[in-house]
């Protein structure tokens, strides 16, 4: 009886010292690397549920027809959708591979948090406005360009004579902006010059591009304050010329910033100015005529607002309050965008290239993938414009994409498809790497019956090793 008593113990002990061995060996990955996979219906202490639960259904448990990898699986509704993976120790690289399905949907992201202001870095999973067209392909470096004629027999030769700026997308790879606007001496003369009052208040964080072509750099901001808490708020201006940071400043708070640059190369310039949603800038006076803003406008409310006109080239324009008082009718073109509920986002595709706003009311958010200008002769944007879910390409009279996806053949049902991720380039905090995956113009509330089912996630992961770190060796 001891003897059987004694077995036990000597089992159960190795049992748990396994258990702590194998725990540990998760824990360090001595070798650097290790792979998690996820299953909406089972636990992980790695992988945490998908969430916004709003934007999730519940997982189900059934027999799915075609389903190679599991007996489970989960829709997701509305987008975005988020996941972490929790590790206690850094890595280098990750590649996830998702097993999923689609219905209706035309592109499908996933991505990697990049910093703690919550921006994404993006990869693509699936574009079938790019996988339908039977345009003819060139690949050089990784570097793919689809061209509806051939007219162009390497991508070197389009980069080194690239056609009009308005008959080319661009998808998931930046092409240099446009450097110089060659009329801009005669649009300057035909044009007064820049009226403070021309820009309405805007709240919180936003960018914008200006041009400089002969004149000095001369802007004038003015901010105040909501307080809606006791906390400082730090309000940041970077001036970037060719992505390079040529002056900024910085107050606390409230009050007023200049920013002067005598003779400054002729070009374009982006300004970020960084600050919370307390913060208002109540103007902003230049003698410079171009001022866009880029993807999103937040219009501070005033007690008399007046009739607001933008201008923009978003493909979509989407509208959203937090204010009960702000609930509108917004003229898109000749098109009615109903803003009617606070707290929910609202849109109105834009059936032209160039589409001007009204608004009777402001403290209204309004965004789209273009920018935005208060006037006609404020409007310029020298960005190429991106592949996105409104993409008509015969409509737009697009003849070339540009990109680094590489366009594959669909079929339906499930699909498995990965992508790599730099993870020294992620933002890891407290031991948690966030990921994102993306389905534009997934709403739950529009009553459309599309969704995007997940099986299964699985993240292979590497980094340095155990002698890797002790021995501290690079490589």
């Known amino acids: 009886m001891k003897k059987d008593i004694y077995k036990l113990r000597i089992f159960l002990f190795s049992l748990l010292g396994l258990t702590v061995l194998i725990l540990i060996y998760k824990a360090i990955v001595p070798f650097g690397k290790i792979i998690y996979a996820f299953n909406p219906c089972g636990n992980s202490f790695i992988i945490s549920k998908i969430k916004p639960a709003e934007r999730v259904e519940d997982p189900r448990r059934n027999k799915i027809l075609g389903l190679p990898l599991g007996n489970c699986a989960q829709k997701i509704t509305g987008d975005p959708v988020y996941f972490n993976l929790e590790t206690q120790r850094g890595f280098d690289r990750a590649k996830i591979t998702l097993e999923y399905r689609r219905l209706k949907n035309k592109i499908i992201e996933i991505g990697v948090l990049a910093d703690k202001e919550r921006h994404y870095r993006l990869q693509p999973l699936e574009n079938q406005i790019i996988d339908n067209l039977a345009w003819r392909k060139i690949e050089q470096d ?32 930046d092409l240099p902006a446009e450097e110089k606007i060659n009329n801009y001496g005669n649009l300057l003369a035909s044009s007064k010059a820049f009226s403070a009052g021309s820009v309405r208040p805007l709240r919180g964080a936003y960018q914008f591009y200006t041009y400089i072509g002969g004149e000095d750099f001369d802007f004038n901001f003015i901010f105040t304050n909501l307080k809606t808490n006791d906390k400082d708020d730090n309000i940041k201006i970077v001036v970037y010329y060719k992505n390079s940071a040529v002056e900024q400043k910085e107050i606390k708070n409230e009050g007023e910033i200049s920013i002067k640059l005598p003779g400054p190369p002729d070009g374009f310039y982006k300004i970020a100015i960084s600050a919370s949603d307390d913060v208002i800038t109540e103007k902003i ?4 005529r171009i001022l866009s803003f880029i993807n999103r406008v937040w219009l501070a409310g005033t007690p008399e607002p007046g009739l607001i006109n933008l201008t923009t080239d978003s493909s979509e324009i989407f509208a959203r309050t937090i204010n009960p008082n702000s609930l509108q009718k917004i003229l898109v073109r000749d098109k009615i965008l109903k803003l009617d509920e606070t707290y929910q986002q609202f849109s109105q595709v834009a059936e032209m290239p160039i589409t001007n706003i009204r608004l009777a009311k402001d403290d209204v958010i309004i965004a789209g993938d273009g920018v935005f200008s208060f006037s006609n002769e404020a409007f310029y944007n020298p960005d190429y414009k991106k592949v996105n879910k409104n993409t008509d390409v015969d409509r737009q009279g697009i003849g070339y994409i540009i990109t680094s996806y590489e366009p594959r053949d669909f079929e339906d049902g499930w699909q498995v498809r990965t992508v790599d991720f730099d993870l020294t380039k992620a933002y890891r905090y407290e031991g948690v790497y966030g990921f994102i995956i993306s389905v534009p113009g997934l709403l739950v509330e529009d009553e459309i019956n599309d969704w995007v089912e997940i099986g299964e996630i699985w993240i292979e992961l590497e980094g340095r090793t155990l002698l890797n770190k002790i021995l501290n060796i690079e490589y």
Not at 145 to 170: A, G, I, W
Not at 285 to 288: I, K, L, R, V
């Open 142 to 173: 990784g570097v793919i360009l689809l061209q509806r004629e051939e007219n162009y027999n390497s991508v070197d030769e389009f980069f080194n004579n690239p056609p009009n700026k308005e008959k080319v997308l661009t998808y998931h790879y």
């Open 285 to 288: 006076a230049t003698t410079q």
